[in-house]
Every structure is written in structure tokens, then in C-alpha cells.
């Protein structure tokens, strides 16, 4: 659907279509399927090191493992943690599917989620996800993605953007509220989150709400912070929301607490010229 | 997958088991809704499977503030042991090319779990009804052959209507036609409905045509339609006491 502006939304309609499968699915719809499955497989590429660990039947040693899902979430961790230099990268997860640019190539669909490793305190990753992942490849992307690592003392944090319209109160949302932040925890979490827990009747979706399925089902110590923002794109204010939640891990991470403007500046410019919504 | 959440799975040989169909106006999961929160069932387990689309929320049916803070997932089991009852809720939809490997993993957990029947609480369009299925009650039930063997004079007691078979072209008159099921907008409601009958399962579809809109006294009516054949209830639930439980799940579920 397209709204006035002409920006495209996906509705959903929560009437259900039958599903009148065809038991004699035609050979060729059939291969064309099977291909696009293929196609749409989540793919981890992970650096010869962790490859050679991986084939020998270990798995990645993980005790702190973050989460950026989303522009805000990933460019907090750029600016704030990436930039002391003391990581190393360990590898991608390629994803294709409709949202995917054909042309864009390989580089820009390998900077969409990628795995570091704090060079002192191996123990610690960090991943950031800046790629549509499509609805039926957010279990997959889960699944692949914690069976590379070790489940043993294993601490999950998730930082998530999401934007203020998703979410539903009774009250009356002042604008100065915004950027605000919620949690989510799965039962085996036993700290206290940095915020206030996610109000009924919002939900998360998405790699988050993949993830906290995964961990609760497994019994890892998971939780995700939910980022609320009335921005469109990233900025640094909505960035700033997810500190707290970091500052709980500051033995693990230390957080770089006045990131030099000029990267900041960089790091928000990218998206000013997207909209044309008031040229 | 079925995973349980304590560490010793539950047994479930000899429950019933009622599980909604992701349908028109989620009548379905606004029902299983209701009779979680009324006979206040505790959770058991969960299914996790790539079928349905993930998604996380805080405690639907938490009451006070102590129990708000509890991860839910998109299906999960409850029981109420005394009832001999089970129930699946599912609140997310089914990604859509994994119906048919939803509905394989739904019949192979409920062969694996030994219910002793199966009940799927669905809806349909109420605009694509023909003139038979206009006449009188809303409600409509399908039972497995295998469950008439057990259950055939308990329905015909209640009285209930069976799902009218619609031709399969209106208005033209093929002799080698059959007229056959159909149950529009009632997701996979059908695709279960005729794979436990291959499979011998007692299996039964209750369901209701509406349309969409706000579907809460539908799932009343659903519910209290069920309670009479499944005894779950001594009154029937009310519509004004009852109201907070709907605030959750299907409702908020429906990415609308």
C-alpha cells in the first residue's frame, strides 16, 4: 500500500487467506520455489581463524554477546564502543531477499551485519545488523547464528530501534518524551534492566523478538532494550537513549563517553538526503 | 518443536487439547484468550518452530504486578490438569510458504502427545456464505470420522450444525461436481481439518462466520458455544467481566 506521500508500507490484513495448495504443484513452480528458498538462505561467513574452530566441532567461546538491530543501534555501537580500535572483525551474515539492492554489491551487503571480537576479552562480541531480514529468515538468522556460540555463561544484550507510532499507550505521548527506552527479559535473565519493562499491549518483532524466542526457549540470559525514536534515520540523541544499558556491562566494554563530533557527524549525515518529504 | 519450560516435560496422554486456527477477526486466539484467562491455566511449554513469525511481549494475562514481567512467546501450551485440558495459543501468523509444514508439526506434537481429542477453534468469512449457511446460527462444527466414533451422539444431543459442503460451481448444474468444504479466511483450518482426517486423528473444528471488526463477542459467543459440549465452565463467561483478558494477545497481534 502507498500512502499519500507515496512512501510504500506493508499492511497487513488479518484476514486470512485459505490455503488452497494445489496437491499437483507444477514441476517448474516447484524448482522455482526450491530456488528461492536457496536464494534466501542465511549465509555466515566467518574469518579463517573461526572457521578452522567451527569445523573442528567447538564452538565460538561467548560470554557478552550485543546485539545492535537497526541504524541507531549499530551507529551507537560505532561511535561509542567500535572506534577505541579494540576489536577485531570476525566475520559476516549475507542475507538476500526482496528488500536486497541487485546492484549495490558485495560491500555493502557485507557491512550489513557484521561480527567483532574485543581483542583483549575474546569473550566478548558484538554484532550489528543494519539489513532488512525478511520474516521467514529472522528464525534461521537466530538459529545459525547461536549455534556458533558457546551456550555456557553465554549473556545476550539486544539494542533495538523502533519508531514512537508503533507504540501504543493510553496516555497522551508528549513530544519531549521521545527517544525513550523499554526492556524485554527472558526468564533466565536475573539482573535488573537500566529501564522500565515493555507496557502491555506493545510487542517486539523482528530479530529482537527472533532472538528473545531463541533464549527463552534455550535458556539464555537474554534482554533486549527497545529504543522508541521520533526520528527518521539515525540521530545522535536517539543514540545516546542506549548508554545505560551499556553502562551495566562496563566490565566487559568501556564506553567511549565523548565520541569526537566529527565521527558523529558522519555518522548521521548519510541519511539527510533520503526523504523529499518538504524540499 | 514442543519445549517445555520446566525441566520435567508434562503429561499430556488423555488431554483434551483445543488450539485456535489464525483466521478472520483471530475469533480463534481471542477465544483460547478467554479460556486461558478464565480457568487460569498455567503455561507448559512452548512451541518453537520457524513456521510462525517471531514476536515477544510481556505477560498477557499477568494480573498483578509481580507476574507482568514474563516473557511470551508466539505459541505456547497451557494446562489445567483438573480438566484434563490443554491449550495451544498461537499469536503470530504462519509465514506463509510454512502452512504446510506448520500443519505436519501441529499433527505429528498432537499424535506425539497422545491427546485424546483435538478441538480447533476457527472462523470464516461471514460475506462469502451461500444461502444455506446464511439460515440461522453463525456456528458450525466439522469432526473427524475418527471422533464421531466416540463423540457422534454427544454432537447430535447439542444439536450443533455441521459445516455445510458448497458446490463447487454455483449455479451451473455438473452432475460429477461434488460439492465440497470450504472455509474461507479460516487459514489452516482445512488443511488440519482434512489431514487428521487422513490420519485418523479425532479431531473437531468449531468455528464461526463473522467478519472483521472487533471480534470480542464473537470469541464469547465461540467459547460458550464450545462450553456446551466441553463442560469446561459451570456458567457461561460474561462478557463485561471477562472483557481485560482480550486486551492482549490476538488483538495486538494482528500487525494491522
Known amino acids: 500500500m502507498a500512502t499519500f506521500f507515496g512512501e510504500v508500507l506493508s499492511v497487513y490484513s488479518r484476514a486470512v487467506e485459505e490455503d488452497d495448495e494445489d496437491p499437483e504443484q507444477d514441476e517448474e513452480d516447484e524448482q522455482i520455489r526450491r530456488e528461492l528458498e536457496e536464494k534466501r538462505e542465511v549465509h555466515l561467513r566467518w574469518s579463517p581463524e573461526v572457521s578452522e574452530l567451527l569445523k573442528s566441532g567447538n564452538k565460538l567461546p561467548c560470554r557478552e554477546f550485543i546485539l545492535a538491530v537497526g541504524h ?121 534492566p537500566v529501564c522500565q519493562s515493555l507496557e502491555q499491549p506493545n510487542i517486539i518483532t523482528g530479530l529482537p523478538a527472533a532472538v528473545l524466542n531463541h533464549c527463552q526457549v534455550q535458556r539464555i ?27 551495566k556491562l562496563a566490565k566487559s566494554i568501556q564506553l567511549n563517553s565523548s565520541p569526537n563530533t566529527d565521527i558523529l557527524r558522519k555518522m548521521v549525515k548519510t541519511t539527510d538526503i533520503q526523504s523529499n518529504l518538504y524540499i | 518443536m514442543f519445549v ?22 483471530n475469533v480463534g486466539q481471542l477465544a483460547v484468550d478467554l479460556i486461558v484467562s478464565t480457568l487460569n491455566m498455567s503455561r507448559v511449554g512452548f512451541i518453537h518452530t520457524d513456521c510462525l513469525i517471531p514476536m515477544a511481549g510481556n505477560n498477557p494475562y499477568s494480573t498483578c504486578k509481580e507476574d507482568a514481567q514474563e516473557l511470551h512467546t508466539p505459541a505456547e501450551v497451557y494446562v489445567a490438569p483438573e480438566l484434563k485440558l490443554a491449550v495451544l495459543q498461537i499469536r503470530a501468523p504462519i509465514v506463509q510458504t510454512k502452512s504446510k509444514k506448520f500443519r505436519q508439526l501441529i499433527v505429528s506434537w498432537i499424535k506425539a502427545s497422545g491427546f485424546s481429542r483435538t478441538v480447533i477453534l476457527s472462523s470464516s468469512h461471514a460475506y462469502q456464505r451461500d444461502d444455506q449457511q446464511m439460515k440461522g446460527t453463525p ?9 464421531l466414533k466416540a463423540s457422534a451422539n454427544a454432537l447430535k444431543e447439542l444439536g450443533w ?52 471488526g472487533d471480534n470480542i463477542p464473537d470469541a464469547f459467543a465461540l467459547v460458550n458455544h464450545l462450553n456446551d459440549w466441553l463442560h469446561l465452565l459451570d456458567d457461561p463467561v460474561s462478557d463485561t467481566l471477562q472483557f481485560y483478558c482480550c486486551s492482549f494477545t490476538s488483538r495486538d497481534l494482528k500487525f494491522d
Open chain 1, 72 to 192: 541507531n543501534a549499530a551507529k551507537f555501537l560505532s561511535v561509542y564502543v567500535l572506534t577505541s580500535a579494540n576489536w577485531d572483525t570476525l566475520g559476516h551474515a549475507s542475507v538476500w531477499n526482496e528488500r536486497s539492492r541487485a546492484v549495490t554489491g558485495q560491500s555493502s551487503e557485507e557491512s550489513a551485519c557484521v561480527f567483532y571480537r574485543h581483542k583483549e576479552n575474546p569473550t566478548v562480541m558484538i554484532c550489528q545488523v543494519t539489513c532488512y531480514v525478511a520474516e521467514d529468515q529472522l528464525f534461521q538468522w537466530t538459529e545459525k547464528v547461536f549455534d556458533c556460540l558457546q551456550h555456557r555463561e553465554l549473556s545476550v544484550t539486544v539494542l533495538s530501534d523502533s519508531s514512537v507510532a508503533d507504540y501504543k499507550t493510553a496516555d497522551y505521548l508528549c513530544t519531549s518524551s521521545a527517544p525513550f527506552l523499554r526492556s524485554l527479559h527472558t526468564g533466565t535473565f536475573s539482573g535488573q
Open chain 1, 221 to 247: 540470559a537474554t534482554v533486549v532494550y527497545q529504543c522508541y525514536s521520533d526520528v527518521i534515520g539515525p540521530d545522535s540523541v536517539s543514540m545516546e537513549t542506549f548508554k545505560p544499558a551499556l553502562t
Open chain 2, 4 to 25: 517445555p519450560s520446566d525441566n520435567s516435560p508434562p503429561s499430556l496422554e488423555d488431554f483434551t487439547l483445543v488450539m485456535p486456527a489464525v483466521a478472520v477477526g
Open chain 2, 139 to 147: 456456528l458450525r462444527y466439522l469432526a473427524t470420522p475418527s471422533l
Open chain 2, 161 to 212: 450444525r455441521e459445516m455445510e459442503r458448497v458446490a463447487s460451481f454455483p449455479g451451473l448444474t455438473e452432475a460429477n461436481a461434488e460439492p465440497r468444504l470450504c472455509i474461507p479466511g479460516g487459514g489452516i483450518t482445512k488443511g488440519l481439518y482434512t489431514d487428521s482426517c487422513s490420519e485418523d486423528l479425532p479431531l473437531a473444528v468449531v468455528l464461526l462466520f463473522c467478519s472483521e
